[in-house]
């Protein structure tokens, strides 16, 4: 593999607290040396990162890829050199052939790091665990329902105990299936004023209570992903000052958008969870600021044919993994936060999440590296994204910041 040396450019590493003119040297896939080059050292090649960003590679939390190759594709384009799959997929990663062809697909594509979700229970119904053992052998890095709620409190209780006495963590999406029944959008005014069905915030909240009461009694190690309330904040808030294992994240849409954007019924508003309230919106934002949560693009590719339906009948989501790095720094400057820490929520805290040495730039890292020009400006078309789902509600928007080159394990995979 070619020893790279990328020089010029602004090295930036959350993790190292580093915010430096720094040159950066990469050997055998891994980071070799920063600023001055190791002796001996000739690089067989040369970047120029003259007015640009140097960071470690972007790692998202959650991202679904109906295809394969064409999103990672994507990932790579927008700067993302990590991607966490989520387990519902089509048949749900329950067992540990379909694990390991989807992470030896990935490789193959050679392009983003893969890493899957194992599936909770079997087929994802709620009622027997699936085999974590031989899952977290076959490369599942934690264990999730995905989407699907998981009913049975007591299937949960017996999940987190098997989960804590061998070190796994599990990822819930918190949304109690009873109180959110068919609903589709907030349960607010804006539902209210269009006639939709809503979702109430307790939802969310009651779901996350019964979570971190089993936690605490389990001592599992627990994530809770895509948070939408003020009053989900809240819970995890106190959970982490009393002391329990619990971590979370958020959308990168919920922090820029509410219920007001689904307008007279723009499809390309409805998400899962929906969007909520402008004081949810400024609660999942301070949790962001203050490091309480990472950002994650919630990556969902839709198609034309589920957007242009009914809002009651479109798909939820949107596509992310492009946009991710963009939306981050337009909502770090709306906040007044720093770019390093913004670069954390999107790097070091997410891997520091998976437990796994990602999301930096310290000598002998990995060599996933990000390089982006901060000043650049341009207007999104979605029609020129590379991922299959082109739905978004910032089609035509003014965008900020511009990955030009993405490197995994040391190649170059964008932008060569």
């Given at each position: 593999?070619?020893k790279i040396?990328?020089?010029?450019?602004?090295?930036?590493d959350p993790?190292?607290d580093?915010?430096?003119a720094?040159?950066?040297?990469?050997?055998?896939?891994?980071?070799?040396?920063i600023?001055?080059?190791?002796d001996?050292?000739a690089d067989?090649?040369?970047?120029?990162?003259?007015e640009?960003?140097?960071?470690?590679?972007?790692?998202?939390?959650?991202?679904?890829?109906?295809?394969?190759?064409?999103e990672?594709?994507?990932?790579v384009?927008g700067?993302?050199?990590?991607?966490v799959c989520p387990?519902?997929?089509r048949p749900p990663?329950?067992?540990?052939?379909?694990v390991?062809?989807l992470?030896r697909r990935a490789a193959?594509?050679?392009?983003?790091?893969?890493?899957p979700v194992?599936?909770?229970?079997?087929?994802?119904?709620?009622?027997a665990l699936?085999e974590?053992?031989?899952?977290?052998?076959?490369?599942?890095?934690?264990?999730?329902?995905g989407r699907?709620?998981?009913v049975d409190?007591?299937?949960?209780?017996?999940?987190?105990?098997?989960a804590?006495?061998?070190?796994?963590?599990i990822?819930l999406?918190?949304?109690?299936?009873?109180?959110?029944?068919?609903?589709?959008?907030h349960?607010?005014?804006?539902?209210?004023?269009l006639g939709?069905p809503?979702?109430p915030?307790a939802?969310?909240t009651v779901?996350?209570?019964g979570?971190?009461?089993?936690a605490r009694t389990?001592?599992?190690?627990?994530?809770?992903?895509n948070?939408?309330?003020a009053?989900?904040v809240?819970?995890v808030r106190?959970?982490?000052?009393?002391?329990?294992s619990?971590t979370?994240?958020?959308?990168i849409h919920?922090l820029h958008l509410?219920e007001m954007?689904?307008?007279?019924f723009?499809?390309?508003?409805?998400?899962?969870?929906p969007?909520?309230a402008?004081?949810?919106r400024e609660?999942?934002?301070?949790?962001?600021?203050?490091g309480?949560?990472a950002?994650?693009?919630d990556?969902?590719?839709?198609?034309e044919?589920?957007?242009?339906?009914p809002?009651?009948?479109?798909?939820?989501?949107?596509?992310?993994?492009?946009?991710?790095l963009p939306l981050t720094?337009?909502?770090?400057?709306?906040?007044g936060?720093?770019?390093t820490k913004a670069?954390?929520?999107i790097t070091?805290?997410?891997a520091a999440?998976?437990g796994l040495?990602l999301?930096?730039?310290?000598v002998?890292?990995?060599?996933?590296?990000?390089?982006?020009?901060?000043?650049?400006?341009?207007?999104?078309?979605a029609n020129?994204l590379k991922?299959d789902g082109?739905?978004?509600?910032?089609?035509?928007?003014?965008?900020?910041?511009?990955?030009?080159m993405?490197l995994v394990?040391?190649?170059?995979?964008?932008?060569g």
């Amino acid at each position: 593999m070619e020893k790279i040396s990328i020089k010029n450019g602004r090295l930036i590493d959350p993790r190292q607290d580093i915010d430096a003119a720094l040159d950066l040297h990469l050997a055998d896939g891994r980071v070799a040396a920063i600023g001055k080059a190791p002796d001996g050292f000739a690089d067989a090649r040369l970047i120029d990162a003259s007015e640009r960003i140097v960071c470690p590679g972007l790692v998202d939390l959650s991202a679904r890829l109906p295809g394969l190759e064409g999103e990672l594709a994507a990932a790579v384009a927008g700067g993302v050199t990590t991607v966490v799959c989520p387990p519902d997929t089509r048949p749900p990663l329950d067992e540990p052939g379909l694990v390991e062809r989807l992470v030896r697909r990935a490789a193959d594509a050679g392009l983003a790091r893969l890493l899957p979700v194992g599936a909770l229970t079997a087929s994802l119904k709620g009622e027997a665990l699936a085999e974590l053992d031989t899952l977290a052998r076959a490369g599942c890095v934690a264990f999730s329902q995905g989407r699907v709620a998981l009913v049975d409190m007591q299937v949960l209780m017996r999940a987190m105990q098997y989960a804590a006495t061998y070190g796994y963590a599990i990822w819930l999406r918190p949304q109690d299936r009873h109180l959110a029944g068919e609903g589709i959008a907030h349960d607010g005014e804006v539902a209210s004023r269009l006639g939709l069905p809503g979702i109430p915030a307790a939802a969310e909240t009651v779901a996350i209570a019964g979570a971190l009461e089993l936690a605490r009694t389990t001592g599992v190690r627990l994530h809770l992903s895509n948070l939408s309330t003020a009053g989900g904040v809240t819970l995890v808030r106190r959970a982490r000052e009393d002391g329990l294992s619990v971590t979370c994240d958020v959308g990168i849409h919920h922090l820029h958008l509410t219920e007001m954007d689904i307008g007279y019924f723009d499809s390309a508003a409805r998400f899962a969870p929906p969007l909520r309230a402008q004081r949810d919106r400024e609660a999942l934002s301070a949790a962001a600021v203050d490091g309480l949560a990472a950002i994650c693009s919630d990556h969902t590719p839709i198609d034309e044919d589920g957007k242009q339906l009914p809002f009651g009948e479109a798909e939820a989501g949107a596509t992310g993994l492009e946009l991710l790095l963009p939306l981050t720094l337009k909502w770090a400057d709306g906040a007044g936060l720093s770019l390093t820490k913004a670069l954390a929520r999107i790097t070091s805290d997410p891997a520091a999440i998976l437990g796994l040495p990602l999301g930096q730039l310290a000598v002998g890292a990995a060599a996933d590296v990000t390089i982006f020009d901060p000043l650049a400006q341009w207007t999104l078309n979605a029609n020129a994204l590379k991922s299959d789902g082109k739905s978004t509600p910032f089609n035509g928007c003014g965008m900020q910041g511009k990955v030009t080159m993405t490197l995994v394990g040391g190649r170059v995979v964008f932008g060569g």
